[in-house]
């Protein structure tokens, strides 16, 4: 421990940079937390579980630190081989991040899928963690301080420490910022990792998938809850446009498990597919900057979540 004079002037707080990731069983506000930190959107979120499948980094940039979220897919007991990948994916980013945020919805009881979490959690004993109470706009403050204390005795029966508990709401922007001031301090000491202005280092392909995914999970989610996988074929500028005036095309497959599944996703007359490209269309040209003309096909993988060699056909 350095041992400074009185004289000398106070030295300004270093700049610190690393990761950070958020737990909890799905659909616990992870990629929504995400999103609002980042100040763009980077995780797909929706109203279903299991929708996140890959791990986006959204980054924070700040004056005196640069964090970088890594977005993981819902922690759950496995029932396919994708599952198992999935929880794999999981334990191997909680092992190399700097400090791990676990998500616990305010509105809801903590339940089996919590404990299951937390003990996990318990078992790795460096790692620095933050229990975030999300989705506190849904609740009064006695709810509020129910779950806190019921979150604070769950660590002490698993015979760890919170760094701290936070409530917060990311869709209300309340205590958002607090989130990441608390997060800051428990990184290491560093420059940035990332220049500034990069918000994601996850491929634009692999984003624009994403986007096409969550459109089209978009109203058929309780019969195609995660039977659907997007592949980004090419995309290519096209050729013979003015420099003022670019286009560029985007060619993809909405991949699903079954035939009988191709007529909800592609609607009466093509009414669904035409709706999820120009929903789609609009926010990748909002992502890119740029002019899209977008070619959706949709193709069955026969029972793609439990195909080794299928599953990684479709980057999983």
């Known amino acids: 421990m350095s041992v400074r004079s009185k004289s000398s002037e106070p030295s300004e707080a270093p700049h610190r940079a690393g990761f950070a990731c958020f737990v909890g069983r799905p659909n616990a506000g992870k990629s ?35 964090l970088i979220l890594v977005d993981t897919p819902g922690l ?21 991040v700097d400090v791990i945020g676990f998500c616990l919805p305010a509105n809801e009881k903590l339940g089996p899928g919590d404990r299951f979490i937390a003990k996990e959690l318990a078992s790795i004993k460096k790692t620095p963690k933050i229990a ?3 989705k506190t706009d849904l609740v009064d403050s006695k709810a509020l301080a129910e779950q806190l ?12 420490e919170w760094a701290e508990i936070v409530p917060v709401s990311a869709v209300g922007d309340k205590q958002v910022g607090l989130l990441a001031d608390l997060l800051v301090p428990l990184l290491p000491e560093g420059p940035a990792l990332y220049p500034e202005g990069d918000l994601t280092d996850e491929p634009e392909q692999v984003m624009i998938a994403e986007l096409i995914r969550e ?12 039977s659907i996988a997007v592949v980004v074929e090419e995309m290519l500028p096209r050729e013979d446009r003015p420099a003022d005036k670019p286009l560029l095309d985007i060619h993809a497959f909405v991949y699903i498990e079954r035939p009988s599944q191709k007529g909800i996703i592609i609607g009466p007359k093509g009414k669904r597919l035409k709706d999820v490209g120009i929903k789609s269309r609009k926010q ?9 003309f977008l070619d ?16 990684r056909k479709l980057g999983f």
Not at 284 to 292: C, D, H, S
């Open 32 to 66: 929504t937390l995400t999103n609002a930190l980042v100040g763009q959107k980077v995780a797909i979120t929706a109203n279903q579980p299991q929708t996140t499948r890959h791990t986006v980094r959204g980054i924070v940039h700040r004056e005196d630190a640069q």
């Open 76 to 96: 759950h007991k496995p029932r396919t081989l994708l599952g198992e990948r999935l929880n794999d994916v999981v334990r191997t980013t909680w092992a190399e």
């Open 132 to 134: 975030i109470v999300t």
């Open 149 to 160: 204390i019921a979150i604070d005795q769950l660590g002490k029966e698993l015979g760890f």
């Open 215 to 226: 459109a089209a999970l978009e109203g058929v989610r309780d019969e195609l809850p995660h």
């Open 284 to 292: 990748i040209e909002a992502l890119l900057g740029t002019p899209v």
């Open 296 to 311: 959706l096909h949709v193709k069955v993988a026969k029972d793609w979540q439990r195909d080794p060699r299928q599953l």
